[in-house]
C-alpha cells in the first residue's frame, strides 16, 4: 500500500459540491477504491466552515496543513499532493517535516493571470512556489499547459489529465425536455458561485431581456451565491419567471439538481476546466455557454453559444424548440456529448500515481 497526503481544504457541506473540492472528493475515493492507497487529508478544524470568512481562509490554507503534517509526521509517505497551489506557501517546510516525500501539485485552472491587482499577484508567486519545489506537474487541459510553460520557468514535464465527471449513483434519467419543457416554460439551472469572472449578473440580464418573449422561465440555483443577487432575482419575479434556490448541494443532491433542469446556463467569462459543462453533458442537459468565453475549446465547441449582448437569441430558443420537439439531430448531438464524458473518469488519475511509483 502506498501513503499519500493531501494538502486539501476539507470537504464538508458547505464546499463540496464546488470544482476543485468536488474534483478532490472523488479523485479520493478512486483511489481508495483501488486498494493501493492510503489516504491521509487535512481534516476540518476548530468547527470553522472553510471560505466563509479570511479569518477561515488564513486558518485552512496555511495553518491547517501544517497541522495535518506535524500529525503525520511519522509516517512514510510515498507522495505529498498539494490539490491547490494557493495552500504552498509553507510547502518546503511541510516536505521536510513528512521527509521530503515525492511532490504533486495539482493546477486546475490559472485565473488568476488575467488580473493584475495585488491578490491575485500574490496568488501568482504561490503558484511559482509550487511549481519550483514540486516533483511532478499535473494541469486539466492542453490550454493550462501552455499557459504554466509560458508564464513561469520549470523543466518539470507537465502531464495533462483532465478531471474526471461522476454524479452520484451514475444514474442516468430520461431525456425530461419532452415531459417538461411545455407551455414556453424553460428549466434553466445554474450551479457555481457569484465571483466576478462567473457572471452571475448576465443571468438577470437574460431574464429582464426574455420579458419581450411570450415565454415562461424557471430558474435553479446552486451554489455559495451572494444574497445581493438573491435578492435581485426576488425583484424580477412574475407571472413570466419564477427562481428558486437550493443553496449550497453537496454532491449526493447534485443529481436531483441536475434532473431537475432542461438547460445548464454558464456565464462565466473564464475558466480552467469548468466541470459543470462536463456534468451537464453527462446528464444529457445542453450547456449555454458565452461566445466570448474563456473556456476549454473541447467543451466549448460542444457548448450552444450565445452572444454575451443576446443577438443570437433567436437561434438559441430555435434550438430549444428543436429538442422540445424532438428533433432527431438536436437529440443524436446530446447524445454524442453524453458518449463524449465517458473518456472523462478518474483511473487515469490513479494509472498516473501508480505508474510514477513505479518507476521512480
Known amino acids: 500500500m502506498y501513503n499519500i497526503q493531501f494538502i486539501n481544504r476539507p470537504n464538508d457541506e458547505y464546499n463540496l459540491g464546488t470544482g476543485v473540492s ?58 505529498l499532493v498539494f490539490i491547490d497551489p494557493a495552500q504552498t506557501f509553507f510547502i518546503c517546510i511541510i516536505k521536510k517535516i513528512l521527509n521530503k516525500p515525492k511532490t504533486i501539485v495539482i493546477i486546475h485552472d490559472l485565473f488568476f493571470l488575467e488580473y493584475n491587482d495585488l491578490y491575485h499577484r500574490y496568488i501568482k508567486i504561490l503558484y511559482k512556489i509550487s511549481i519550483k519545489f514540486s516533483d511532478y506537474i499535473i494541469t486539466t487541459t492542453e490550454e493550462n499547459k501552455k499557459l504554466i510553460e509560458s508564464n513561469f520557468s520549470t523543466d518539470l514535464k507537465i502531464t495533462i489529465l483532465p478531471f474526471g465527471v461522476t454524479i452520484e449513483n451514475n444514474k442516468i434519467f430520461k431525456n425530461i425536455f419532452k415531459d417538461n419543457l411545455y407551455n414556453n416554460t424553460i428549466k434553466i439551472g445554474y450551479l457555481g458561485a457569484s465571483t466576478k469572472r462567473k457572471r452571475i449578473e448576465k443571468i438577470i440580464d437574460l431574464i429582464i431581456f426574455l420579458k419581450n418573449y411570450n415565454i415562461n422561465l424557471l430558474l435553479f440555483l446552486a451554489g455559495p451565491i451572494q444574497n445581493m443577487y438573491i435578492n435581485k432575482f426576488k425583484i424580477l419575479k412574475s407571472n413570466k419567471f419564477n427562481f428558486f434556490y437550493y443553496g449550497v448541494i453537496n454532491e449526493k443532491k447534485k443529481l ?36 466570448d468565453a474563456i473556456i476549454p475549446k473541447i467543451f466549448k465547441q460542444r457548448c450552444w453559444l450565445l452572444d454575451n449582448q443576446f443577438k443570437n437569441i433567436d437561434n438559441v ?31 487515469n488519475y490513479v494509472n498516473f500515481f501508480v505508474n510514477k511509483l513505479n518507476n521512480k
Open 256 to 291: 436531483d439538481f441536475y434532473n431537475t433542469i432542461d438547460l445548464f446556463f454558464f456565464p462565466t467569462k473564464l475558466e480552467g476546466y469548468g466541470l459543470p459543462i462536463l456534468e451537464s453533458f453527462y446528464l444529457k442537459k445542453p450547456c449555454i455557454v458565452f461566445k
Open 317 to 347: 430558443l430555435k434550438k430549444i424548440k428543436k429538442l422540445k420537439n424532438n428533433n432527431i439531430n438536436t437529440i443524436n448531438e446530446i447524445n454524442d456529448n453524453y458518449e463524449y464524458t465517458k473518456k472523462f473518469n478518474w483511473e
Open 22 to 79: 468536488s474534483s478532490f472528493f472523488w479523485l479520493k475515493l478512486s483511489l481508495k477504491k483501488s486498494n493501493k492507497f492510503n489516504i491521509f487529508e487535512c481534516k476540518k478544524i476548530f468547527n470553522i466552515t472553510p471560505f466563509k470568512t479570511i479569518k477561515s481562509i488564513l486558518i485552512y490554507d496555511y495553518i491547517n496543513p501544517l497541522i495535518s503534517a506535524f500529525r503525520n509526521r511519522k509516517v512514510k509517505f510515498d507522495y
